[in-house]
């Protein structure tokens, strides 16, 4: 059944990918790298958690990896990651961050059934300002696939590497206090068979989710818990599977439908997966009722700015049933803001900052901050102390990395009235900004080639400032005035 991700057709094709693996440098370019200890541990075996432990396993001699949830050999959902039966994207930033790090990973998740899509030429993305953007090729592609297909191929690529031990079905209790204080000695935990353990580690990756066996051990030590940016979405989302139909258009392969707030809080998202089905999900900010049937979620795709989705759905075989998801809010946890971290601990991916999941941003920038932490992990290596070099380069570059999903997907949200959070004092300008933006990339290849990549996070923000780009934004507008 195509909604538990299960096809024969699927294992085949991972069996391929693993044969075609082989031989075949498992994990990034560290080989003969200085160690900078014996052992390292990665709490969640999340896309964070296994790109970290890729990027981890040329630098220590022992990786594991504890996962509380029981993992699946095959492709399928899983309790840890309840999001991960709706639409999920590795934009192309990310997806060339785990390439570098998982050489051929590209390779494993096209042969593994992940559809190619090229931004924007195979996109139709709709805003109600300016309509729907051209369709020019960039040369700039993604896979589309389901979360758990991308788990998996990550999952047995990471597995794949020698030193690195995956351990299911261990619930850690937190981290174990170093002696004398000021930091971590390693991590205990509950095995798959009930009995405690606990692993000495010199390095603790918390890639949790929540990053509470950080937070704990901060309480534990008396220090400070981080500040927290919190942007309350309030957002819900239903989601379908349906097979593509036989006479589906040919003019995209994937849509993306924004809202049009204050006014309209319906968006939607239409993206291929394996095996031959649509993805398809509709969105609402503070929404009070789930949309429970096909023929509501139809119903309502009705009332997006445009009829594509609608039109793409309403001859679709009806799926079996609507799954519903409820994301609260976004939260960045400022742990790079403290004096120091606890020796021998690292919180990333979600343990740093959780992204409302409806922009596709956290796979990537998961993604992202491994590559960011194989970077560090190659300098730090010359240190002194390592740990601590590791530790301060990180923190010291993460916002980096964090700072152009996270202004991207906060400021559409806050463009809502009821979006709980405090708005910047130039929110005003930078909406008019995107606005101009926006309209400049339809009249202006060079602006829609920046676009694209700033917001699939191969450049950062800063690069839609750059005087090229403002002069052409400028040009754009004066123009479109005069006409």
Same mark, same amino acid.
């Given at each position: 059944?195509?909604?538990?991700? =299960?096809?024969?057709?699927?294992?085949?094709?991972?069996?391929?990918?693993?044969?075609?693996?082989?031989?075949?440098? =498992? !994990?990034?370019?560290?080989? &003969?790298?200085?160690?900078? &200890?014996?052992?390292?541990?990665?709490?969640?075996?999340?896309? &964070?958690?296994?790109?970290?432990?890729?990027?981890?396993?040329?630098?220590?001699?022992?990786? #594991?990896?504890?996962?509380?949830?029981?993992?699946? =050999? @095959?492709?399928?959902?899983?309790?840890?990651?309840?999001?991960?039966?709706?639409?999920?994207?590795?934009?192309?930033?990310?997806?060339?961050?785990?390439?570098?790090?998982?050489?051929?990973?590209?390779?494993?998740?096209?042969?593994?059934? !992940?559809?190619?899509?090229?931004?924007?030429?195979?996109?139709?993305?709709?805003?109600?300002?300016?309509?729907?953007? /051209?369709?020019?090729?960039?040369?700039?592609?993604?896979?589309?696939?389901?979360?758990?297909?991308?788990?998996?191929?990550?999952?047995?690529?990471?597995?794949?590497? +020698?030193?690195?031990?995956?351990?299911?079905? @261990?619930?850690?209790?937190?981290?174990?206090?170093?002696?004398?204080?000021?930091?971590?000695?390693?991590?205990?935990?509950?095995? &798959?068979?009930?009995?405690?353990?606990?692993?000495?580690?010199?390095?603790?990756?918390?890639?949790?989710?929540?990053?509470? /066996?950080?937070?704990?051990?901060?309480?534990?030590?008396?220090?400070?818990? /981080?500040?927290? =940016?919190?942007?309350?979405?309030?957002?819900?989302?239903?989601? !379908?599977?349906?097979?593509?139909?036989?006479?589906?258009?040919?003019?995209?392969?994937?849509?993306?439908?924004?809202?049009?707030?204050?006014?309209? +809080?319906?968006?939607?998202?239409?993206? $291929?997966?394996?095996?031959?089905?649509?993805?398809?999900?509709?969105?609402?900010?503070?929404?009070?009722?789930?949309?429970?049937?096909?023929?509501?979620?139809?119903? +309502?795709?009705? @009332?997006?700015?445009?009829?594509?989705?609608?039109?793409?759905?309403?001859?679709?075989? $009806?799926?079996?049933?609507?799954?519903?998801?409820?994301?609260?809010? @976004?939260?960045?946890?400022?742990?790079?803001?403290?004096?120091?971290?606890?020796?021998?601990?690292?919180?990333?991916?979600?343990?740093?900052?959780?992204?409302? /999941?409806?922009?596709?941003?956290?796979?990537?920038?998961?993604?992202?901050?491994?590559?960011?932490?194989? #970077?560090?992990?190659?300098?730090?290596?010359?240190? $002194?102390?390592?740990?601590?070099?590791?530790?301060?380069?990180?923190?010291?570059?993460?916002?980096?990395?964090?700072?152009?999903?996270?202004?991207?997907?906060?400021?559409?949200?806050?463009?809502?009235?009821?979006?709980?959070?405090?708005?910047?004092?130039?929110?005003?300008? +930078?909406?008019?900004?995107?606005?101009?933006?926006?309209?400049?990339?339809?009249?202006?290849?060079?602006?829609?080639?920046?676009?694209?990549?700033?917001?699939?996070?191969?450049?950062?923000?800063?690069?839609?400032?750059?005087?090229?780009?403002?002069?052409?934004?400028?040009?754009?507008?004066?123009?479109?005035?005069?006409?």
């Amino acid at each position: 059944m195509a909604a538990e991700f =299960t096809t024969d057709l699927i294992e085949n094709r991972l069996w391929l990918s693993e044969q075609n693996s082989k031989g075949l440098p =498992t !994990a990034g370019n560290g080989r &003969g790298a200085r160690k900078l &200890g014996q052992q390292a541990v990665v709490v969640g075996a999340g896309i &964070g958690g296994l790109a970290a432990a890729g990027a981890l396993a040329q630098y220590f001699e022992r990786v #594991d990896i504890l996962e509380r949830d029981r993992l699946a =050999t @095959s492709v399928a959902s899983r309790s840890g990651t309840p999001q991960d039966r709706h639409p999920h994207g590795l934009l192309a930033g990310g997806l060339q961050a785990l390439d570098q790090i998982f050489t051929g990973f590209k390779s494993d998740l096209a042969a593994a059934g !992940a559809v190619p899509v090229s931004f924007a030429r195979e996109v139709q993305f709709e805003r109600p300002d300016v309509g729907v953007l /051209p369709k020019r090729d960039f040369g700039i592609s993604v896979l589309c696939a389901t979360r758990p297909l991308i788990e998996l191929v990550l999952r047995r690529r990471t597995e794949a590497v +020698a030193n690195i031990t995956l351990r299911s079905a @261990s619930r850690v209790i937190g981290n174990v206090p170093a002696a004398g204080g000021a930091g971590a000695s390693g991590v205990q935990f509950v095995n &798959g068979s009930g009995r405690f353990e606990t692993l000495d580690a010199d390095l603790t990756v918390d890639a949790s989710g929540r990053g509470e /066996p950080t937070l704990t051990l901060l309480d534990a030590l008396c220090w400070d818990r /981080p500040q927290m =940016t919190e942007i309350g979405v309030d957002i819900s989302y239903a989601t !379908a599977v349906v097979e593509i139909p036989p006479d589906a258009t040919t003019e995209w392969k994937a849509v993306l439908t924004l809202p049009d707030p204050p006014h309209l +809080a319906l968006h939607a998202i239409i993206v $291929p997966m394996e095996d031959g089905h649509w993805i398809a999900a509709i969105a609402d900010h503070s929404a009070t009722a789930w949309i429970e049937t096909w023929d509501a979620l139809l119903e +309502a795709s009705r @009332s997006l700015i445009t009829p594509t989705v609608h039109n793409a759905l309403r001859y679709a075989q $009806p799926p079996e049933g609507i799954r519903h998801y409820r994301f609260p809010v @976004s939260t960045w946890k400022h742990f790079e803001r403290l004096p120091r971290l606890p020796r021998g601990v690292l919180p990333v991916a979600d343990a740093l900052c959780r992204f409302n /999941p409806i922009h596709g941003q956290g796979m990537s920038s998961a993604s992202l901050q491994a590559r960011l932490l194989q #970077d560090v992990l190659h300098r730090a290596a010359d240190e $002194p102390d390592p740990i601590a070099a590791l530790q301060s380069g990180f923190m010291s570059e993460v916002a980096s990395v964090l700072e152009t999903p996270w202004t991207m997907s906060t400021s559409a949200d806050l463009a809502f009235p009821q979006t709980r959070g405090e708005r910047p004092d130039n929110f005003a300008e +930078a909406r008019e900004f995107e606005a101009a933006l926006f309209r400049a990339a339809v009249a202006d290849p060079v602006v829609h080639r920046a676009m694209i990549e700033v917001a699939h996070l191969l450049q950062p923000q800063s690069r839609l400032q750059e005087p090229d780009i403002v002069r052409r934004i400028q040009a754009a507008s004066v123009v479109q005035a005069a006409a």
